[in-house]
């Protein structure tokens, strides 16, 4: 009798090993949220440089169903005037969706996408702030003096070559 009751034990000890053997095959994909809970994020059109006119994107994935309601706010502010938000389906059961907001940026903006998921309720939320951003003035200055100096180099080798290619062999 002892003998089936130290069985029992290392069934159920098995048994855990196994469910425990589960969730670290699960371990690597932990870092997605649940199927059918939203992910988002947000980033710029084009390169930011301040006071030009640019757009942010919210991109949401991991959704299904597709029903959610997205709200842009400026600081503490809510935006008004955002335009549609546009959903597509990709693979599987799974939908993204895609929402704009035409802004120009400064230097101590905050901008949140906060994204509803009208089944349950969840909400999730992304920021952005500028940073890493260049004037544009500086940007091109730089790229044209070292395009510049590429071509005076080049050329300095070729003529270098050339004078030293065209001396009489003796």
Partial sequence: MVWCEDMDHEQRQGAALLR???LLWLLPYSRTAPEG???VDVFTLKPLEFGK???LVCFISNLFPPTLTVNWWHHLDPVEGIGPTFVSAVDGFSFQAFSYLNFTP???D???CVVTHEIDNYTAI???VPHDALPSDLLENVLCG???GLGM???IVGLVLIVYFRKPCS
Avoid: D, Q, R
Wanted: hydrophobic residues 60%; neutral net charge; charged residues 0%.
């Fill in 53 to 55: 006119p640019n757009m």
């Fill in 37 to 39: 809970f939203p992910m």
């Fill in 126 to 128: 992304a920021y952005w």
């Fill in 146 to 148: 070292v395009a510049f």
């Fill in 153 to 155: 180099l080049g050329i």
């Fill in 20 to 22: 425990l053997l589960h």
């Fill in 106 to 108: 400064a230097p101590s």
């Fill in 110 to 112: 905050l901008f949140s």
